[in-house]
Structure formats: structure tokens, C-alpha cells
């Protein structure tokens, strides 16, 4: 291993897209898997980068591990389960509107944190851990609840606990419960990287400082508010900065959006610990990646020459 690592946990999953003619292009994507790979993308070679997850022992497991370690990105702390296999989501279109469709309540990712001993290994083994509220989501209730319970012990070790609440109610079994464990996620992370329209449609926040507000009073540090083209809220400590997105000719594809906005701006953000800069150098990642399609844009694409 290198020096310092970065752990990203959660679920990566098979992704089909329309390629035309009724044919479908596989690919694989999921929200901390993005950001692991922008990360990875933007993060210099004193730093490794690995996901933790759960796959089968099928074939498509073996793809998707060989696809994640070709981009760069550790896949020693992956646990395998016989018999299990990925998740997989396609998205559909019809007039431009693209919606999704989810095969993934059997996923072998759900199981991710059902062995503790291997868990805590691997946060332990990382400087960085970074999950979201779609990792708390897809577990049972008692292994999120020991996620957390780890992720707390890391935060008290002083190790960069990042958040992104991602909220996505179908996901869940209730709105209470929802509320709750996100709001735990929150309170044991040291930065949190809400988008701000998940924010208001979901906890009601009727402004970006209502969502600052909230996720300070739970206990997290550091916050960074998304708000699409609208640019990013920082309050750092307390200190407040705006940063602007930057300015997009043709806007083709939001998928990964914010995933690629924290990816970068923890990779920046890491090496400078300056906060307002990383969230610049991120709007620029971000702005490339809402400029073509598909949530993994190619590192020769998003601008990162001279690195
Ligand atoms: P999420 O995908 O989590 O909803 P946002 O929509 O807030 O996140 O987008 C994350 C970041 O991506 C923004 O902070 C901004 O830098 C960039 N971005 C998103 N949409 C646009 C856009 N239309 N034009 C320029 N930048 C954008």
C-alpha cells in the first residue's frame, strides 16, 4: 500500500444503457465508486484509493473487480460471498426523459458490513473514509448500525470522515427511519456534502443556511452545500464562503454530477486543506463531466493536464 489511503464504502453496480437499435452497453457505476474514481482521477500517486464492498462469485463480480482495479482503485478489502451477485440499473429513455429501473434488493453489497472484524480493518488501514446515505440505506439496520459505530471510532481517531446524505426515499423502509440514520451518518462524519435540492425536498430546509444549520447542530464540522449550477456553500469551521459553478455551453448528462464534484474536491482539498480552492478546481471537474455522457468521464477529459 502507499502511503495514505482513501477508502470509499458502498455499493458499485452493474449499469446498462441504451446504445440504440434495442441494444443495451453495460458499464458499471455507483455514487461512491464515482467519487472514488474521481478521486482516484485527481488524487497524486502518494495516495491509493480503495473501495469497499461485497461482490459474488459470479462472473460479472470478476468483471466488476478487474473494471475498478484497471481504473486504478484498490480492490484487496473487497469481501466475495458464494452464491451472491451485483446489483444492476438500467436507464430507460423515452423522449429525452431518462428514468431508472433497480435489480438490487439481493445484492451482494448489502452485505458489505456483516463481517465487523473485516470492517474495522479496513477504516483502521485508511486516513480518509468516505460513504454515503445510499451505503447506510442499502444495509440491514443492525449492520448500518455497526458501520456507524466504526465510523464514529474513526472520527474520534481524528481520521477525515466525509458524508454525502444522497437521499433517495425508495430506498428506504420509512421516512423516520430515513431521517434518523441519515441524520446519525451526519453527526458521526467530520464533513458533510449534502446537495441542496435532495436537502429541501427531504428535511424540508427552506434555505442553504438552514442546511448548514442542521448538519452543524448534528456535530459535523465541515459542510459543503451543493446547488447545481448555482455553485456550492462552505462553511468551514464556521466560516462561510460561496464558490460559483462554472459555466456550462451545453449541459448533455448530470448523472454523477455531485459524485464527481466530491471526488475532486476531496482529492484538492487533501493536498492543500484549502477548502474554497478545492471547491473551484471541483466546479471545473464537475462542469466537464455534466458536458458529456455517462457518470465516469475519462481522466484526459476532465482538464487535469499539468498534474
Ligand atoms: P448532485 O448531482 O449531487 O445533485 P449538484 O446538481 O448540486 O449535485 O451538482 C454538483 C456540482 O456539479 C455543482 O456544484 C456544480 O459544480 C456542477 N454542476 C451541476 N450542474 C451544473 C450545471 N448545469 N452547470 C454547471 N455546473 C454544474
Redesign the pocket.
Known amino acids: 500500500m502507499n502511503g495514505r489511503r482513501f477508502l470509499s464504502i458502498g455499493e458499485c453496480m452493474v449499469e446498462l444503457s441504451q446504445a440504440g437499435d434495442g441494444l443495451l452497453r453495460k458499464g458499471f457505476a455507483g455514487d461512491t465508486f464515482n467519487t472514488a474514481w474521481y478521486a482516484r482521477a485527481c488524487l497524486g500517486p502518494d495516495w491509493s484509493v480503495d473501495y469497499f464492498t461485497a461482490l459474488g462469485d459470479d462472473a460479472m463480480s470478476d468483471e466488476m473487480a478487474a473494471f475498478i482495479a484497471g481504473a486504478g482503485i484498490g480492490t484487496n478489502l473487497i469481501r466475495r460471498i458464494k452464491g451472491k451477485t451485483p446489483g444492476l440499473y438500467m436507464i430507460n429513455l423515452k423522449n429525452g426523459e431518462r428514468s431508472f429501473s433497480y435489480w438490487r434488493d439481493s445484492s451482494a453489497a448489502r452485505s458489505l458490513a456483516a463481517d465487523p472484524d473485516h470492517l474495522r480493518e479496513a477504516v483502521e488501514s485508511a486516513e480518509v473514509i468516505y460513504f454515503s446515505g445510499i451505503t447506510l440505506a442499502i444495509l440491514p439496520q443492525e449492520d448500518a448500525a455497526t458501520l456507524l459505530s466504526e465510523i464514529r471510532r474513526a472520527k474520534a481517531a481524528g481520521k477525515l470522515v466525509v458524508f454525502?446524505p444522497?437521499i433517495r426515499p425508495r430506498l428506504w423502509s420509512s421516512y423516520d427511519v430515513m431521517h434518523t440514520t441519515i441524520s446519525e451518518g451526519a453527526r458521526s462524519s467530520v464533513l458533510v456534502m449534502?446537495?441542496?435540492?435532495?436537502e429541501a425536498a427531504h428535511f424540508g430546509d427552506d434555505s442553504i443556511e438552514a442546511t448548514i444549520h442542521r448538519y452543524r447542530a448534528l456535530g459535523a464540522l465541515d459542510i459543503v452545500v451543493?446547488?447545481?449550477?448555482?455553485?456550492?456553500n462552505l462553511n468551514f469551521g464556521g466560516e462561510e464562503t460561496f464558490?460559483p459553478?462554472?459555466?456550462?455551453k451545453k449541459?448533455v448528462d448530470?448523472?454523477?454530477?455531485?459524485?464527481?464534484?466530491?471526488g475532486a474536491f476531496l482529492a484538492r482539498y487533501l493536498e492543500s486543506q484549502d477548502a474554497p480552492a478545492a471547491?473551484r478546481f471541483?466546479?471545473?471537474?464537475?462542469?466537464r463531466?455534466?458536458s458529456e455522457h455517462g457518470a465516469l468521464v475519462a481522466r484526459e477529459k476532465l482538464g487535469l493536464s499539468g498534474r
Not at 459553478?245 to 456550462?248: I, L, M, S, T, Y
Not at 471541483?282 to 462542469?287: I, K, L, S, Y
Open positions: 454525502d444522497n449534502p446537495s441542496f435540492d435532495d451543493k446547488n447545481g449550477a448555482d455553485g456550492v464558490v459553478a462554472e459555466r456550462v449541459v448530470t448523472t454523477s454530477a455531485g459524485d464527481s464534484f466530491n471547491a471541483a466546479a471545473g471537474v464537475a462542469a463531466v455534466v
